[in-house]
Antibody, heavy 121, light 110 residues
């Protein structure tokens, strides 16, 4: 079964750090670009970050640039998001998602169930 | 404020046809970047509905169709069903290849 499972969410104080993980199974993880997307309950989807299939290139939304770092371990089929200097406005459900990129971009076709991050004192 | 603009809500009766618009600019949709659409049922993760402007992933009914023209794209749903009630999001890319989403549209089946 094709699956992405996020973990690592929780309650953290402002200024703190958290590392999210996303474990992939059932597909060739190393061939996919991977994304992190967040969503405040009741609000819309907000893209956070992306990493290419080989991990050589990363891109971030302006709101997290310099604070968040995306990485991957293709040998472990796992995606990570290191979140530092967390702010209350980072509170959201964080989803990981995969995307086939072969010349064209084919959209995020597999999504995890999400992990909740709450930044509060 | 989302980079791509969608109507906050649309509604239709069972069996009817509805369309959801997604308006961008020359920096994203108008720069010839593809548009994808996602359906998010209540309490679930988003699901890819349309990719590459017009294509349906395997398993998506042909009641769902996408189109793109200039700086805008549209999602059409025909033969509305109660199970289509969900939030719908468009997504494209900008000139730095960052991902941009629309603000989402809540579909209500009357």
């Amino acid at each position: 079964e094709v699956q992405l499972v996020e973990s690592g969410g929780g309650l953290v104080q402002p200024g703190g750090s958290l590392r999210l993980s996303c474990a992939a199974s059932g597909f060739s993880f190393s061939r996919y670009w991977m994304h992190w997307v967040r969503q405040v309950p009741g609000k819309g989807l907000v893209w956070v970050s992306r990493i290419t299939s080989d991990g050589s290139t990363t891109t971030y939304a302006d709101s997290v640039k310099g604070r968040f770092t995306v990485s991957r371990d293709n040998a472990k089929n796992t995606l990570y998001l290191q979140m530092n200097s967390l702010r209350p406005e980072d509170t959201a459900v964080y989803y990981c998602a995969s995307e086939v990129v072969v010349g064209a971009h084919y959209g995020m076709d597999v999504w995890g169930q999400g992990t909740t991050v709450t930044v509060s004192s | 404020q989302s980079v791509l603009t969608q109507p906050p809500s649309v509604s239709g009766a069972p069996g009817q046809r509805v369309t959801i618009s997604c308006t961008g600019s020359s920096s994203n949709i108008g720069a010839d970047y593809d548009v994808h659409w996602y359906q998010q049922l209540p309490g679930t993760a988003p699901k890819l509905l349309i990719y590459g402007n017009i294509n349906r992933p395997s398993g998506v009914p042909d009641r769902f169709s996408g189109s793109k023209s200039g700086t805008s794209a549209s999602l059409a749903i025909t033969g509305l069903q109660a199970g289509d009630e969900a939030d719908y999001y468009c997504q494209s890319y900008d000139s730095s290849l960052s991902v941009v989403f629309g603000g989402g549209t809540k579909l209500t089946v009357l």
